[in-house]
């Protein structure tokens, strides 16, 4: 016949309570454990999308954020390297690479030493700005002329307006184009399918992570 907890030494007792006590606490545990998996989890998916960020641009390829930026302005294609990369291809495919050739030259040439603005103004004048020059660019006479009585005293803005002019005719013509043209769509879809198959990948994990239980 039991005689009831009354009966029992208080050791027992305490002993009892303790483990009760534990097992409560074991019980309520998992709310504070699932928020840091959570926060694991964000750093991780951090650390993944930076690092494929990273492998996109060591492969030469865009990423879609910069994609979209490039559709957003022709300046943001124009200050991106690779958007300029990407850029001339299309020139290419129109045969009017001689543009950006032009532009990326007059750049160039801003940053040239004082003693040598003479030699590569003349360079550059006889490439691109003279009638019938190997990689004329489409300029008007006035600003032709200009250009070439600029070269007579080279400076480092004397290409200046040849320059601006070409940008325009870039900004408002080919880059229409090249919104429209199969590259960009062909970039904008692949970038679309490498953000579907990553959607999936997390989608897999958490599904095996909530089979595994979070082990």
């Known amino acids: 016949m039991c005689k009831g907890l009354a009966t029992l030494p208080a050791t027992c007792l305490k002993s009892a309570k303790d483990i009760k006590h534990k097992i409560s606490f074991l019980l309520q545990k998992p709310e504070p454990q699932t928020t840091d998996q959570k926060q694991a989890k964000e750093k991780t998916g951090n650390a993944a999308a930076a690092a494929a960020a990273k492998r996109s641009e060591e492969a030469g390829v865009p990423s879609a954020a910069e994609v979209e930026k490039w559709k957003e302005s022709f300046s943001n294609v124009m200050s991106s390297e690779m958007g300029r990369e990407v850029f001339t291809s299309f020139l290419k495919s129109e045969f009017s690479q001689e543009n950006m050739d032009f532009w ?9 030493d004082p003693s040598k603005l003479t030699s590569r103004a003349k360079q550059i004048y006889k490439q691109y700005v003279e009638a019938d020059a ?27 307006e040849a320059q601006k002019m070409i940008y325009t005719l870039m900004e408002k013509d080919s880059y229409r184009r090249f919104l429209q043209s199969k590259l960009i769509k062909d970039l904008c879809e692949s970038q679309k399918s490498a953000a579907d198959e990553k959607k999936k990948n997390c989608e897999r994990a958490e599904s095996r992570h909530a089979v595994t239980g979070g082990a």
Do not use: G
């Open 104 to 112: 990326v030259a007059c750049e160039d040439y801003k940053k040239t």
């Open 134 to 160: 190997p990689n004329e660019v489409n300029l008007d006479a006035a600003t032709r002329e200009e250009t070439q009585q600029n070269v007579e005293n080279a400076c480092p803005s004397c290409f200046d």
